[in-house]
């Protein structure tokens, strides 16, 4: 059986890929940091659905932490054929209100959290000579929305080490891309004020907020042998926002 690792797959985004790749038939490992009752939750459902899989913590921010959940893959499943770097956070402020304990955060788990767990997942992917990496961008690295600079700049940094790492990783049939959703209804969305949420979608050609299902079938789709030639793209997935 096939093995799947999503980070940050306690709720949203992560926890839809999670389910979405059990349902294509991977054993799906469900990362978390600090939710571990919405993880079991995740965990649960999967397995009603006549899925399998397991919980794992770490905070992706920690190389150690990452290596030890890695390692606990192999340890049980004893391969690994796709990684969802998906655990992300976000934490708007204008420039002149930037503090730096957001800028470290921000760096340390949506761009060295994005390294650790590639970096890991594609050393067991090598010995197989075949793996597939999917990171988790944002249509803020090719938009500019107001507040979202250090963000912005760690989706941009996603979209840079997707074309890059699927150049170095390609001669071991590795394929890495990268999926650029725009506004998706999941907590993340909650700190967004009612009155921008209203210019938000009025500013949304297709005039509906993304599912985390909409992103979870983009993900499934490109594991899919169907994309087997497809390797270092962005691939956005925004109702039009960014066109
Ligand atoms: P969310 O609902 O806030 O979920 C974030 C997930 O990441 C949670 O499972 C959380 O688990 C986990 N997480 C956070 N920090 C972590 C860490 N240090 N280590 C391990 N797990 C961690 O967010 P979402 O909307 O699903 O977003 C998922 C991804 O999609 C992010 O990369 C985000 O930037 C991207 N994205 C989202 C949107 C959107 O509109 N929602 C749009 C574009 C891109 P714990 O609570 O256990 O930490």
Request: net charge neutral; proline share 2%; aromatic share 6%.
């Amino acid at each position: 059986m096939k093995v799947a690792v999503i980070t940050g797959a306690s709720r949203g985004i992560g926890r839809a890929c999670a389910e979405r790749l059990a349902a294509d038939g991977y054993a799906v490992v469900i990362n978390y940091s600090h939710s571990e009752r919405q993880a079991l939750d995740v965990l649960n459902s999967v397995l009603d659905n006549r899925g399998t899989g397991m919980l794992c913590r770490a905070d992706v921010a920690d190389s150690k932490a990452v290596q030890g959940m890695m390692r606990k893959v192999i340890s049980t499943y004893g391969q690994i054929d796709v990684l969802v770097n998906n655990a992300g956070i976000v934490r708007d402020e204008y420039l002149f209100m930037l503090n730096g304990e957001t800028l470290d955060r921000c760096m340390d788990i949506n761009v060295k959290g994005y390294f650790y767990c590639a970096q890991q997942a594609a050393l067991k992917m090598f010995r197989k000579k075949s793996g597939v990496i999917i990171n988790m961008s944002s249509v803020s690295s090719q938009t500019a929305i107001a507040g979202q600079s250090v963000y912005s700049a760690t989706k941009g940094a996603v979209n840079s080490m997707t074309r890059t790492m699927a150049k170095e990783l390609a001669p071991y049939g590795i394929r890495v891309n990268a999926v650029a959703p725009g506004f998706i209804e999941t907590e993340m969305m909650n700190s967004i004020p009612a009155e921008k949420r209203g210019e938000y979608l009025n500013a949304i050609p297709m005039g509906r907020f993304g599912t985390a299902e909409d992103v979870a079938n983009a993900v499934s789709m490109l594991c899919g042998d169907s994309c087997a030639y497809m390797t270092g793209q962005t691939l956005v997935l925004d109702g039009g926002l960014s066109l």
